[in-house]
């Protein structure tokens, strides 16, 4: 056996010989509180005994895991390594006590989904309405954001599925997507607006306004980007970058600002109007990713049902819309 194996061997077996489920929801808390005494008292866990444990699992690791400081802690790169790790651990633990519940009763769960824009206003809110007619005791937690923010949340653990527009290059690793549905994509504007005056509007015509446009490590950034670049156009340089929903819309409702949005994004807004452009941007993909393993819980099988269901919907809505 070599010298590195030795050492994996080692490690493995001092934590597989002293990590308790307890200590891992420990080094959690410490490490999102950054304060001992704080996270042991959100687990109800008295300050001392917290520290022992902590510099036990340091003691038996021989690895120091977090630094200490007047300040308080902050964890060391061994430190995010084993939080990292207690997460899914904890993600573990909680999908079995979810699975051996729902076998009993099938009717409960919890779900942390991560959300994009192409997902917020229609799929997603149809899904979660549907899942909590048939199985009102399952619980869903939404976090909103980029690809780049929720991915990395989806691979630890911290959600168990991610719902929307799906990159165009995907970060496989460790990740299966599921394409649900087509989209394509509309540029808006508020009721009103002197674009919408037009009966044909140019991309040139789009150029000199102002943009409400998404972060650059998005699908839709780049496909807008795409679209300018081929007809020889600058990207609009007076924009705001966002993919705040409620900011975006009350933004466009109050300017004259410009946005380009997946089809069923503007269709939830009356307030809005789409352009009739002469030019395609383009469709987008929107899926479901999820960690690869087949590790899902009950709770997030059902819920993946839901949206298959109403992504099948969706489709039907686009057609008839065309």
């Keep these: 056996m070599a010298a590195s194996e030795r050492s994996t061997q080692v490690v493995e077996n001092r934590l597989l010989a002293r990590l308790k489920l307890r200590q891992l929801k420990l080094l959690i808390a410490v490490g999102e509180q950054r304060n001992i005494l704080r996270a042991a008292t959100l687990l109800n866990v008295a300050q001392p005994a917290a520290t022992k444990m902590i510099r036990d699992l340091e003691a038996t690791l021989d690895m120091q ?13 061994y430190g995010d390594v084993i ?35 192409a997902a917020a206003p229609s799929l997603l809110p149809r899904s979660i309405v549907a899942l909590k007619r048939e199985r009102p005791g399952i619980t869903v937690s939404l976090v909103e954001g980029t690809n780049d923010k929720l991915m990395p949340m989806l691979r630890v653990g911290d959600l168990d599925l991610v719902v929307g527009r799906l990159p165009e290059f995907r970060e496989r690793e460790g990740l299966v997507q599921e394409v649900l549905y087509e989209e394509p994509v509309s540029i808006v504007v508020r009721k009103g607006h002197p674009l919408a005056e037009l009966s044909v509007v140019k991309l040139a015509d789009l150029q000199a306004q102002e943009w409400i446009m ?24 007076r924009a705001v970058e966002s993919v705040s929903i409620l900011a975006n819309y009350t933004i466009l409702r109050e300017t004259d600002m410009v946005a380009a949005v997946p089809y069923q994004v503007a269709d939830a807004q009356p307030d809005l109007v789409r352009l009739p452009v002469n030019f395609d941007i383009g469709y987008g993909p929107i899926g479901v990713t999820l960690r690869s393993g087949g590790d899902t819980s009950p709770a997030t ?7 298959r269901r109403v992504a099948a919907e969706s489709v039907a809505d686009l057609e008839a819309a065309k």
């Design 65 to 77: 895991l977090f630094e200490r400081s007047s300040r308080g802690v902050t964890p060391t790169l």
């Design 83 to 117: 939080i990292r790790h207690a997460k899914l651990i904890l993600s573990q633990v909680r999908h079995a006590s979810e699975e051996l519940l729902s076998l009993r009763e099938g009717t409960t769960g919890k779900i942390a989904v991560g959300t994009l824009l």
């Design 214 to 237: 998404p972060p650059p490590e998005t699908s839709l950034r780049r496909q807008l980007e795409q679209s300018f670049r081929k007809a020889k156009l600058e990207l609009p340089v």
């Design 301 to 307: 099988n059902y819920f993946l049902a839901m949206l």
